[in-house]
Nanobody
C-alpha cells in the first residue's frame, strides 16, 4: 500500500503561482511513477504531470507545458507540483497518484492504483 497526502491548495489569482505537495509513505517508491491529475465536477479526471521515481523522467499535459513543473524530494518522499501563470479554468481538485512503473509513464487515471484525497485549487479571475 502507498499512502498519499496532498497539501498546498487554496485560492490563487489568475496569473499567480502555487505549489502543491504530496507526501508519500508506505512503500519504497523506487519502482513507482507519481502523477498529478485534476478534476472538476462532471468531468473526467485529467492528467497534469507525471514523474518516474527512479529516473526523474517527466511528462506533462500539453496545456501545462512550460508553466507547471513536477519534481521529487527523494529524501522526504514528497512530490511537488509548481504551478505558474494559473488560469481560472484550471480551478479543480488536484490529486496525487502512484502506481508501479511500466515501460511508458501512463497519462491515464485508470492506470494509477493509489490516490490521495485531493486538494482544491481555485483560480480567481
Amino acid at each position: 500500500q502507498v499512502q498519499l497526502v496532498e497539501s498546498g491548495g487554496g485560492l490563487v489569482q489568475a496569473g499567480g503561482s502555487a505549489t502543491l505537495s504530496c507526501a508519500a509513505s508506505g512503500r519504497t517508491l523506487n519502482n513507482y511513477d507519481m502523477a498529478w491529475f485534476r478534476q472538476v465536477p462532471g468531468k473526467e479526471r485529467e492528467f497534469v504531470a507525471a514523474i518516474r521515481w527512479s529516473t526523474t523522467s517527466t511528462g506533462y499535459a500539453d496545456s501545462v507545458k512550460g508553466r507547471f513543473t513536477i519534481s521529487l524530494d527523494k529524501a522526504k518522499n514528497v512530490i511537488y507540483l509548481q504551478m505558474n501563470s494559473l488560469k481560472p479554468d484550471e480551478t479543480a481538485v488536484y490529486y496525487c497518484a502512484a502506481d508501479r512503473d511500466n515501460f511508458y509513464i501512463s497519462l491515464s487515471h485508470t492506470d494509477y492504483t493509489y490516490w490521495g484525497q485531493g486538494t482544491q485549487v481555485t483560480v480567481s479571475s
